[in-house]
């Protein structure tokens, strides 16, 4: 049974968000993980975390909950088993995309490492030297 909405390129079957999103049961659980969609249906019932916690993210991008766990290299070689296609390039977070508009993790980290605490030191400096001075000429 072909989902509906589908594509098959070379990689495989592309499905949108939505498609996923339907998939979402005991039933029939899909979730994503770094753009690839996963049926893990067969498996609800051998999860080590228990069903309950593939349940609470299918449907959906489960990507930062799996990473978030740690799962181990034997967790993620398991996972192939359950592939079944990809994510529609138009659904996908666009990760590498350089949009002059968005600061970069890179950039928003030297402003907070180094600029912040720069200019912060330079308050305080100016405002001692004010004060010693007010206090002096009085």
């Not at 495989?12 to 939505?18: I, Q, S």
């Not at 990760?95 to 912040?116: M, Y």
Request: proline share 5%; aromatic share 10%.
């Amino acid at each position: 049974m072909e989902p509906e909405g589908c594509a098959e390129p070379a990689g495989g079957p592309v499905f949108t968000l939505e498609e996923v999103a339907r998939r979402n049961s005991s039933r029939e659980a899909w979730l994503v993980i770094h753009g690839r969609v996963y049926d893990v249906t067969r498996f609800l019932e051998e999860h080590p975390g228990g069903e309950e916690v593939l349940l609470e993210q299918a449907g959906r991008d489960a990507t930062e909950s799996f990473e978030d766990v740690g799962h181990s290299t034997d967790a993620r070689e398991m996972l192939k088993q359950y592939y079944i296609g990809e994510v529609h390039p138009h659904d996908r977070k666009n990760e590498g995309s350089k949009d002059p508009n968005v600061a970069s993790s890179g950039q928003a980290s030297f402003w907070s490492t180094w600029l912040i605490p720069i200019f912060g030191a330079l308050v305080i400096g100016l405002m001692y030297r004010y004060y010693m001075l007010d206090g002096r000429s009085s």
